[in-house]
């Protein structure tokens, strides 16, 4: 069955500190694959899109990286803000365009 | 900054009512798609939506949805005998068409909140 799991399902990390998100995926066939953060109440927004062919792509304090041959990537985040406090959903993408997505990692940013 | 734009911001309908949902894509878009993210779950696709057609759909847009471009500038989702189950926040996203549909960023509307009593 085509799925998305990501781990952990929460954390808490202090304003300042670094912490990875980690996203393994069984769908096929596969075209790319998307990290979106979503806060509470409004829809995601996009923060990278990587390909088979990518192995890593930034996007401010944002780095993901991906691991094609064993179906799994991840999301760093460095140096935290208050403002990170999101769900961060690890997504792929059929070649046809449609999306998998998966469950999402609830980050608490604390001061 | 153009945004996917979507009406109401929440929905209060009773179980077998038909409900309407309105997404205003950002204009140069060409697909257009439907999810639904039940609380505390992740989100589900729905339906996608090019060239005044319907391209794909879940098996849980069954004949009780419906989507329609009535015009230029409206993309809308019908639930024509609304449940108690189809309790969720619907988001509609679009996405250009220049670089293959499955490298083209999708950009979420802020969601419609549905609720059936």
């Known amino acids: 069955k085509n799925q998305v799991e990501q781990s952990p399902q929460s954390l808490i990390i202090l304003e300042g500190k670094n912490c990875t998100l980690q996203?393994?995926?069984?769908?096929?066939?596969?075209?790319?694959l998307r990290w979106y953060k979503q806060d509470t109440g409004r829809g995601p927004v996009s923060l990278t899109i990587?390909?088979?062919?990518?192995n890593t792509k930034s996007n401010g304090r944002y780095t993901a990286t991906l691991d094609a041959d064993t179906k799994q990537s991840s999301l760093h985040i460095t140096a935290s803000q208050l403002s990170d406090s999101a769900s961060y959903i690890c997504?792929?993408?059929?070649?046809?365009?449609?999306?998998?997505f998966g469950a999402g990692t609830q980050v608490v940013v604390t001061p | 900054e153009p945004e996917v734009t979507q009406t109401p911001s929440h929905q209060v309908t009773q179980m077998g009512q038909e409900v309407i949902l309105r997404c205003v894509p950002i204009s140069n878009h060409l697909y257009f798609y439907w999810y639904r993210q039940i609380l505390g779950q992740k989100v589900e696709f729905l339906v996608s939506f090019y060239n005044n057609e319907i391209s794909e759909k879940s098996e849980i847009f069954d004949d009780q949805f419906s989507v329609e471009r009535p015009d230029g500038s409206n993309f809308t989702l019908k639930i024509r005998s609304t449940k108690l189950e189809d309790s969720a926040m619907y988001f509609c996203?679009?996405?250009?068409?220049?670089?293959?549909?499955?490298?083209?960023?999708?950009?979420f509307g802020p969601g419609t909140r549905l609720t059936v009593l």
């Open positions: 990587m390909t088979f062919s990518e």
């Open positions: 996203c393994n995926y069984t769908v096929s066939p596969f075209s790319n």
């Open positions: 997504v792929v993408s059929y070649p046809w365009g449609k999306l998998q």
């Open positions: 996203a679009s996405s250009e068409a220049t670089s293959g549909i499955s490298y083209n960023e999708q950009f």
